[in-house]
């Protein structure tokens, strides 16, 4: 070696930069004192294919494909690889690496330079974690936002509604998993706000999610949230309820529609307080506190095998029956004269009154909807008054009070004879202006239950 390739190895060992050197074959025979310093190593152990030992696992396959393709083509190498330092500590480096050329084209040796990045990666994380924060905040302030319920505080003095306070005044204190029962349009998903606001975790979110809205496809991955890759369009990592809700509530409503798989997986979060993404394999702690809802009667759907028992007794530690507005009648007029004048802000309108009729009329009906059908008809009518709030009776009518067969006590010879008629009559129709839960007064996702729950073929209805 030559006094001048002497001071160019001197001069490239006192760099403060990591470089390296290969033969044209991509054998690695050069590493400078600063890259050895940083490592740790002796040079022997790095040489050849020595150094793929200090590259971490997770980051080798693509970091030798990348060398390799490099090689293939003549072409720049560039890549980001976690390295094994000299303290034990992996650290991200951008490498790079090109090839010098003879006359006639022909690779002669190959240089390259390593640049530690892992300030760049931290602050990477530090912005993922970020945005992972605040599209938690935004999901949570959307189901705030966009809650099924109309009230703001629970509105009644009737001892029915009375009970059911003293219930959630008690387990609100606790961190109990809560089961709430009730037809459809009861306030469910209000008394689950109330629980959760009067908590503990009343700072955190309250997320809501309808389990009988979602595709049976979607709902692992709506509640646990998936990883990249973990199935066909899923382009990014996804958080789901679980994670939104870190620290608060979720509230599941309409918990007996879950899918089977579906069921398990959430019987094993609630036992052992983490899961997994879909796709991934990696545990994320729950700190989260479950409301689960539903309207169908989970007894008969355990005894029918749609509902495991198992989840069934991990949900129900403490079961809160929400009464239907046909047990609230003193409720009624408070009910009435809180929406009008909620409904008359809404509209610009300054309606003062309701007349006795109206209320007489409101009263005197059975709501098959309760509360949702209630709110419904006090809208309507607030668009049509001027001053004074008026019911035309008309709009009851289509709902008959007080049916001899009307839903509620599923599984009944005379419920399954109600619904088959009503189906028969809408040949089989079950949503829609003309279908049979038009005819029958109740949403479409309750008479889909039922229909389940009968197991009443509604397809042979349709060719009436």
């Given at each position: 070696?030559?006094?001048?390739?002497?001071?160019?190895?001197?001069?490239?060992?006192?760099?403060?930069?990591?470089?390296?050197?290969?033969?044209?074959?991509?054998?690695?025979?050069?590493?400078?004192?600063?890259?050895?310093?940083?490592?740790?190593?002796?040079?022997?152990?790095?040489?050849?294919?020595?150094?793929?030992?200090?590259?971490?696992?997770?980051?080798?396959?693509?970091?030798?494909?990348?060398?390799?393709?490099?090689?293939?083509?003549?072409?720049?190498?560039?890549?980001?690889?976690?390295?094994?330092?000299?303290?034990?500590?992996?650290?991200?480096?951008?490498?790079?690496?090109?090839?010098?050329?003879?006359?006639?084209?022909?690779i002669v040796r190959w240089y390259?330079?390593?640049?530690d990045i892992e300030p760049l990666?931290?602050?990477?994380?530090?912005?993922?974690?970020?945005?992972?924060?605040?599209?938690?905040?935004?999901?949570?302030?959307?189901?705030?936002?966009?809650?099924?319920?109309?009230?703001?505080?629970?509105?009644?003095?009737?001892?029915?509604?009375?009970?059911?306070?003293?219930?959630?005044?008690?387990?609100?204190?606790?961190?109990?998993?809560?089961?709430?029962?009730?037809?459809?349009?009861?306030?469910?998903?209000?008394?689950?706000?109330?629980?959760?606001?009067?908590?503990?975790?009343?700072?955190?979110?309250?997320?809501?999610?309808?389990?009988?809205?979602?595709?049976?496809?979607?709902?692992?991955?709506?509640?646990?949230?998936?990883?990249?890759?973990?199935?066909?369009?899923?382009?990014?990592?996804?958080?789901?309820?679980?994670?939104?809700?870190?620290?608060?509530?979720?509230?599941?409503?309409?918990?007996?529609?879950?899918?089977?798989?579906?069921?398990?997986?959430?019987?094993?979060?609630?036992?052992?307080?983490?899961?997994?993404?879909?796709?991934?394999?990696?545990?994320?702690?729950?700190?989260?506190?479950?409301?689960?809802?539903?309207?169908?009667?989970?007894?008969?759907?355990?005894?029918?095998?749609?509902?495991?028992?198992?989840?069934?007794?991990?949900?129900?530690?403490?079961?809160?029956?929400?009464?239907?507005?046909?047990?609230?009648?003193?409720?009624?007029?408070?009910?009435?004269?809180?929406?009008?004048?909620?409904?008359?802000?809404?509209?610009?309108?300054?309606?003062?009154?309701?007349?006795?009729?109206?209320?007489?009329?409101?009263?005197?009906?059975?709501?098959?909807?309760?509360?949702?059908?209630?709110?419904?008809?006090?809208?309507?009518?607030?668009?049509?008054?001027?001053?004074?709030?008026?019911?035309?009776?008309?709009?009851?009518?289509?709902?008959?009070?007080?049916?001899?067969?009307?839903?509620?006590?599923?599984?009944?010879?005379?419920?399954?004879?109600?619904?088959?008629?009503?189906?028969?009559?809408?040949?089989?129709?079950?949503?829609?202006?003309e279908g049979a839960a038009a005819?029958?007064?109740?949403?479409?996702?309750?008479?889909?239950?039922?229909?389940?729950?009968?197991?009443?073929?509604?397809?042979?209805?349709?060719?009436?």
């Amino acid at each position: 070696m030559s006094e001048q390739d002497i001071d160019y190895r001197v001069l490239i060992d006192a760099t403060p930069a990591l470089l390296f050197a290969a033969r044209p074959d991509g054998y690695i025979d050069y590493f400078n004192q600063r890259w050895l310093a940083y490592l740790g190593v002796a040079p022997a152990s790095l040489q050849g294919r020595g150094w793929t030992n200090v590259v971490h696992p997770d980051d080798l396959r693509e970091h030798v494909r990348r060398w390799e393709e490099a090689l293939a083509s003549g072409e720049p190498a560039i890549s980001q690889a976690r390295l094994r330092t000299a303290n034990g500590e992996y650290r991200w480096m951008l490498h790079r690496t090109e090839a010098t050329r003879d006359a006639s084209g022909s690779i002669v040796r190959w240089y390259g330079s390593s640049v530690d990045i892992e300030p760049l990666k931290r602050a990477e994380r530090e912005l993922h974690e970020l945005k992972d924060q605040l599209y938690k905040e935004n999901i949570a302030l959307r189901d705030e936002i966009n809650q099924t319920s109309m009230f703001e505080d629970i509105v009644g003095s009737s001892a029915a509604l009375r009970r059911v306070l003293v219930l959630v005044a008690k387990v609100a204190a606790t961190d109990s998993t809560v089961l709430i029962t009730g037809e459809t349009g009861t306030g469910k998903e209000l008394i689950a706000r109330a629980i959760h606001k009067r908590s503990a975790r009343a700072a955190r979110p309250f997320v809501c999610i309808s389990c009988g809205a979602m595709a049976p496809s979607l709902i692992m991955s709506e509640l646990f949230g998936h990883e990249k890759g973990a199935f066909t369009g899923a382009s990014r990592r996804h958080l789901g309820r679980f994670e939104v809700a870190e620290g608060g509530t979720l509230f599941l409503d309409e918990v007996g529609e879950l899918p089977a798989e579906t069921q398990i997986t959430l019987l094993r979060v609630l036992q052992e307080r983490n899961f997994e993404r879909v796709g991934g394999s990696t545990p994320i702690p729950a700190d989260v506190r479950v409301i689960a809802a539903t309207n169908r009667d989970l007894g008969r759907a355990m005894q029918e095998g749609a509902f495991r028992s198992d989840l069934y007794y991990r949900l129900s530690v403490f079961p809160v029956y929400v009464p239907p507005l046909r047990e609230r009648a003193g409720d009624i007029r408070l009910l009435v004269e809180y929406l009008t004048q909620r409904y008359a802000a809404k509209a610009g309108k300054r309606i003062t009154a309701v007349s006795p009729r109206a209320i007489d009329l409101l009263t005197a009906y059975d709501w098959p909807g309760n509360i949702r059908e209630l709110q419904n008809v006090i809208e309507r009518a607030v668009i049509l008054c001027d001053t004074t709030l008026e019911i035309d009776e008309t709009w009851l009518e289509k709902r008959p009070a007080r049916h001899a067969g009307r839903l509620g006590r599923p599984s009944t010879s005379e419920e399954k004879q109600l619904i088959e008629r009503a189906l028969a009559g809408a040949h089989g129709r079950v949503s829609g202006p003309e279908g049979a839960a038009a005819r029958l007064g109740i949403p479409r996702t309750t008479l889909e239950s039922r229909i389940r729950s009968l197991q009443i073929d509604k397809h042979r209805f349709r060719s009436l």
